[in-house]
């Protein structure tokens, strides 16, 4: 089974709203990092939080790790229609390796 | 400008007929890997590289061979492809081990008839 889970696996929001995304993960993490996709194009790194950070800001982005949930947040805030995109998180539990949820689709209207 | 390329981009192919999609950066990483993408699946990793010479088996390897004879390139090959191979293929690298920031190439949407 995949490492991190991210919920919901789909989302739909105005612009201007917050989204936010949820990651949940099973085993210790060095890292977890935070993705994006459009539309069957390649992934793009957007922020990566170490296990001894909480939280991690990056111009309109949040990231939050709970390591004793074993859980991230992502929020997105004053989201846009450019943010339309899949989100994935990906932990890295160890060396020479990093494993990818199944990403939260997200849907911003104009 | 630095990036990951790969090539092709689109590849129609029947079964059984080999072929290699190649993989290049230009930013000196020494880690590099390949992924398969597939509806409901997420990205699944294939193969991985720390160094030149020095591969590794993903979650999914069975299928698939890597080579990495230079630190540029990482490509991957399907002797005999099948048609459950039909997927969006992503390499990537990264300069730390491979559990750091990764940059991703273009993909490479394979159709295996």
């Known amino acids: 089974s995949q490492q991190g889970e991210e919920d919901p696996q789909a989302l739909s929001i105005q612009e201007g709203e917050n989204a936010t995304m949820n990651c949940s993960y099973k085993t210790s993490i060095n890292n977890l990092q935070w993705y994006r996709q459009n539309s069957g194009r390649g992934l793009v790194h957007l922020i990566l939080?170490?296990?001894?950070?909480r939280e991690k800001h990056s111009g309109r982005l949040r990231v939050t790790l709970d390591t004793s949930k074993k859980s991230s947040s992502l929020l997105i805030t004053a989201s846009r229609a450019a943010d339309t995109a899949s989100y994935f998180c990906a932990t890295a539990p160890s060396y020479g390796k990093l494993t990818f949820g199944q990403g939260t689709i997200l849907t911003v209207h104009p | 400008e630095a990036q990951v390329t790969q090539n092709p981009r689109y590849l129609i192919t029947v079964t059984g007929k080999k072929l290699t999609v190649t993989c290049s950066q230009n930013?000196?990483?020494?880690?590099m890997s390949w992924y398969r993408q597939d509806p409901g699946l997420g990205l699944r990793q294939i193969y991985y590289?720390?160094?030149?010479?020095?591969?590794d088996k993903g979650d999914v390897p069975e299928g698939y061979k890597v080579s990495r004879k230079e630190k540029r390139n990482f490509p991957l090959i399907l002797e005999s492809p099948s048609p459950n191979q039909t997927s969006l293929y992503f390499c990537?690298?990264?300069?730390?081990?491979?559990?750091?920031?990764?940059?991703f190439g273009p993909g490479t949407r394979l159709t295996v008839t």
């Open positions: 939080i170490r296990s001894n950070e």
């Open positions: 930013m000196n990483h020494e880690y």
């Open positions: 590289s720390m160094n030149v010479e020095v591969t």
């Open positions: 990537a690298s990264s300069l730390g081990a491979g559990s750091e920031e990764q940059y």
